[in-house]
């Protein structure tokens, strides 16, 4: 996945104060909620769910994230959370870069998703079927 | 239940730094993570576990929570959650206390348990052989 | 406070997957998130914040949660998280309330905020003048 | 940092029940509170402190996170959290991996710090002496 790529969605987020840490930025810990969180709505508004995907024997598991916080967020801020999305085999690459309002960068992600089809790694046939639309 | 009923159960915590807020204290939600876990440490004392319990069918569930805030713990401090038992009919009364290591009160909660059976409340009779030893 | 006192403020919350547990139900300290974040938005929305309190030397403290668990809250689920307010001498009462969309009660919630001016409690003049359109 | 070089601190932690989510396992934002929460024991251990050095006009920041989710962690279970120490010019890179208590990978992770002094990025020279004993 190269930076050129165009996100596909986006979701606004904002601060929530107990997301704030005592040194009064957001806990590196929060990010990967915000991601997660966008990746959700990413595919409720695509017309899926993982639960369903759970109850249908397919199980996406994050096997790997890599995650760079570039500036940090405060009490009471926005932000705007990108996704692209990339597959590399059986291989769900989503980058994900969160921003502030005025287009600065935050975080820049890339998190890597599996399926387990009934426990057992599966090629992926049938999550890119879920995001053929995406990829 | 009376104040001067003896707890029954006792756990060291200590703070982990992104529990403390923007304001330098542990936020108010953490203490109900720390009495949760307490209860559920408690049990697994006792030789049950509400995993258990929720794979025959039992279900036990918070139904009501009061606290009173009496003192802020910070950064790296360390707390003793206490932990005492009642029942008043269907409903499991634990009184959970937290204090600094030297007896100052951090918190005082009444926390209320119903069961659930099978979808529907119960009378707590299964619940109150669980813990007939501390009842 | 009586319940026949109408809601000056409500915000609409979405469940987070993460915020939801191994029961699958939302957790019970989340609630304490929701209803932090509710009043910090409803302040934000009187013009004023906690944290421009706390520059001024006035610190609002949560000295008493009273909640009572109705009906929980699953995966993807939306909510509406409405708030009362009610002064009692030193203590600011808010009384929150969370339904489901259609009006089902979620949780029950009385929060007691005292304020604090350079470390000492104060009789809340202060905080009830920035309060008094609410009042 | 080669896997070779010996882990210099370790911390057992044991699951709590709501950090666990649906889907039944640790959340994966979760494992981040736990690499914090080693390095700050770490610290301390060691004779000194974040907030500490954070008085001092030091802040040590997480700049980039690496993470593999290898074995997910359930309910109740405990583990073992390991820690290794590299400097490279001014980023720290502390090289963290979680174990199940019979030795089998659960996560492995690298942690880049930096430090700022009075507000720009430092040659971590400081930090290096923090540190001297164990790079």
């Not at 005592?22 to 810990?29: P, R």
């Not at 759970?54 to 009471?76: A, N, T």
């Amino acid at each position: 996945m190269t930076s050129s790529e165009p996100y596909i969605f986006e979701l606004a987020i904002k601060v929530r104060d107990y997301e704030v840490d005592a040194e009064g930025i957001v806990n590196n810990a929060v990010y990967l909620h915000y991601l997660e969180h966008t990746r959700h709505e990413f595919c409720e508004a695509a017309g899926f769910s993982f639960r369903q995907m759970h109850h249908e024997g397919l199980d996406p598991v994050v096997s790997k994230i890599e995650i760079r916080y570039i500036r940090p967020l405060g009490l009471g801020q926005s932000m705007v959370s990108k996704l692209r999305l990339h597959r590399r085999g059986p291989v769900f690459v989503f980058g994900q870069d969160i921003f502030t309002p005025d287009g600065q960068a935050v975080v820049k992600a890339t998190v890597d998703i599996v399926s387990f089809e009934n426990g057992k790694i599966s090629r992926g046939e049938r999550l890119a079927q879920a995001f053929h639309k995406f990829l």
